[in-house]
């Protein structure tokens, strides 16, 4: 991928400028001078995003539920969000979805691909999006009954996964285990976004 | 609701958007919509629908959380969302496209995850 339009202006400002058109008033309303402020009007900067996906009934609603603020919500069948607030303004929205679609990926800092254990196979489509994508993804196995049943390793290769991608551990039921993966996976992000300045992925219409 | 109702409900709702399912504006599920200036007047004159979801934007709230506590279709919403867009009454915040590439701002995420009460 290019990092360039056609002018040879770098293709971040051109999202850059398509952003500006489509956030409609760009004078963002005055907040100063009012009372103690809710959580969710801890909104001063754009809230992050990360995708939690993987096969059916893998846990990705527990994952998500289990760090999240408040209980997620659906907003279709199999998409649930939820709201983790990390500082006074800085939201995080927490992304569950079975479905790849670039609406759900688009401005994600990256996905956790849970992965079960029993039924690893369910876990290749999503396996095989990512690594198509732009979007940084770590593999997480989900570890229903506390324990796995074989080297970490044995799962990569199971897995048939790049040795660059993250492979953990985690169990989707412990809220410090949910976060201690999202951890990895920003840390992963940082990791890969400081050797490598390509540009943003495409801005879906 | 019997899946009659429940049919002709979607379909009265895609009618509301005059059709249209697609938004002018970039909404994704994470994306917050606000309030700047409350017009009581305004939202009076708005149907149902727009005017719930003028009335719960009053305080800053996610797309996610507008289409689930509305029991609206997220397309739906986007569509009307827009609309209000348009006519300068809601704000649409701008959403964190970048964060993947903003070392500081993944740090400060980070951070966050490592200090939550968990």
Same mark, same amino acid.
């Given at each position: 991928?290019?990092?360039?339009?056609?002018?040879?202006?770098?293709?971040?400002?051109?999202?850059?400028?398509?952003?500006?058109?489509?956030?409609?008033?760009?004078?963002?309303?005055?907040?100063?001078?009012?009372g103690p402020r809710t959580e969710a009007e801890n909104a001063d900067r754009p809230p992050a995003k990360i995708v939690v996906t993987g096969g059916r009934g893998v846990g990705k609603t527990t994952f998500v539920t289990s760090v999240s603020d408040t209980d997620p919500v659906t907003v279709k069948a199999a998409t649930d969000v939820g709201r983790v607030t990390l500082h006074r303004d800085l939201l995080l929205y927490l992304l569950g979805t079975a479905e790849p679609s670039q609406a759900a990926f688009a401005g994600a800092l990256g996905a956790v691909v849970l992965v079960d254990p029993r039924r690893v196979e369910d876990a290749f489509a999503m396996i095989t999006y990512f690594e198509r994508s732009d979007v940084p993804f770590i593999v997480a196995v989900n570890m229903f009954d506390g324990e796995l049943r074989h080297e970490l390793d044995e799962y990569r290769e199971a897995l048939a996964l790049h040795p660059d991608v993250p492979l953990t551990t985690c169990d989707a039921r412990n809220p410090e285990s949910a976060a201690r993966t999202l951890q990895e996976l920003v840390s992963y992000t940082m990791n890969i976004g400081g050797s490598d300045h390509s540009p943003p992925p495409e801005v879906p219409v | 609701m019997d899946t009659i109702s429940m049919r002709s409900n979607r379909i009265r709702l895609y009618a509301l958007t005059g059709g249209r399912t697609r938004p002018r504006h970039h909404l994704l599920v994470e994306t917050l919509i606000s309030v700047p200036h409350y017009d009581p007047q305004f939202s009076a004159g708005l149907l149902p629908? *727009?005017?719930?979801?003028?009335?719960?934007?009053?305080?800053?709230? *996610?797309?996610?959380? /507008? *289409?689930?506590? /509305?029991?609206?279709?997220?397309a739906v919403v986007r569509v009307l969302i *827009?609309?209000?867009?348009?006519?300068?009454?809601?704000?649409?915040h701008p959403t964190g496209f970048v964060y993947q590439y903003d070392q500081i701002i993944l740090e400060r995420i980070l951070d966050g995850l490592k200090k939550l009460p968990v």
């Open positions: 991928m290019g990092g360039r339009g056609v002018d040879g202006t770098p293709i971040f400002d051109e999202l850059r400028g398509l952003f500006d058109e489509s956030h409609g008033r760009v004078d963002a309303p005055s907040r100063s001078g009012s | 629908e *727009s005017r719930a979801l003028y009335e719960l934007a009053r305080k800053t709230i *996610s797309m996610a959380e /507008l *289409s689930a506590h /509305l029991t609206i279709p997220l *827009s609309d209000l867009a348009a006519q300068d009454m809601v704000f649409i």
